[in-house]
Antibody, heavy 118, light 112 residues
């Protein structure tokens, strides 16, 4: 069965960086796109960007350009999302999701809480 | 401000029918891009509930149905059950944002 298992919760100080991992299993990792979506406390879902595992091509939402790097490691079927220059506004649960045709997210990771606090 | 607009909340009694609307524009829903719906139970990750406007993934009850018309889409839930109480999000693709995926702001469904 398809599973996306994310790394554990993080607490970071303002200005720091965080890297969240997402390990895939149960399907051929290289044939899909991985998207990252975040959810601030009590707020809705916000798409951050995606990466084509087979090509390494990334597409980032405008507000995250220059601050987010998405990568994959096909040897371990793992995707990574790094967010830099953290502020309190980045406190959120970060989800990875497998992206199917027509930009639908058919499987989701369990989420990783990132807390930014001095 | 979300690109797709949803009502913040809807409610209904058990057994009733409720609908959740999702209004977009000519660069997303109106351009013919598929609409997806996700259900997020409390303290859980979102789950794909409906894809390609009106298709249910395996395991989703047929009490849930979706439709798209013009620049809007809607999710209908019939025979409302207590376990349907959750947040619901619509999602699509937007060509004006250079290929961004976009979500609605979410709708909280309360089962009275």
């Amino acid at each position: 069965q398809v599973q996306l298992v994310q790394s554990g919760a993080e607490i970071k100080k303002p200005g720091a960086s965080v890297r969240v991992s997402c390990k895939a299993s149960g399907y051929t990792f290289s044939t899909y796109v991985i998207s990252w979506v975040r959810q601030a406390p009590g707020q809705g879902l916000e798409w951050m960007g995606c990466i084509s595992v087979s090509h390494g091509y990334t597409k980032l939402a405008q507000k995250f350009q220059g601050r987010v790097t998405m990568t994959t490691e096909t040897s371990t079927d793992t995707a990574y999302m790094e967010l830099r220059s953290l502020t309190s506004g980045d406190t959120a649960i970060y989800y990875c999701a497998r992206e199917e045709i027509s930009a639908r997210f058919d499987y989701w990771g369990q989420g990783t809480l990132v807390t930014v606090s001095s | 401000q979300s690109v797709l607009t949803q009502p913040p909340s809807v409610s209904g009694a058990p057994g009733q029918r409720v609908t959740i609307s999702c209004t977009g524009s000519s660069s997303n829903i109106g351009a013919g891009y598929d609409v997806q719906w996700y259900q997020q139970l409390p303290e859980s990750a979102p789950k794909l509930l409906m894809y390609a406007n009106n298709k249910r993934p395996s395991g989703v009850p047929d009490r849930f149905s979706g439709s798209r018309s013009g620049t809007s889409a809607s999710l209908a839930i019939t025979g409302l059950q207590a376990e349907d109480e959750a947040d619901y999000y619509c999602q699509s693709y937007d060509s004006s944002l250079d290929g961004s995926r976009v979500f609605g702001g979410g709708t909280k469904l309360t089962v009275l």
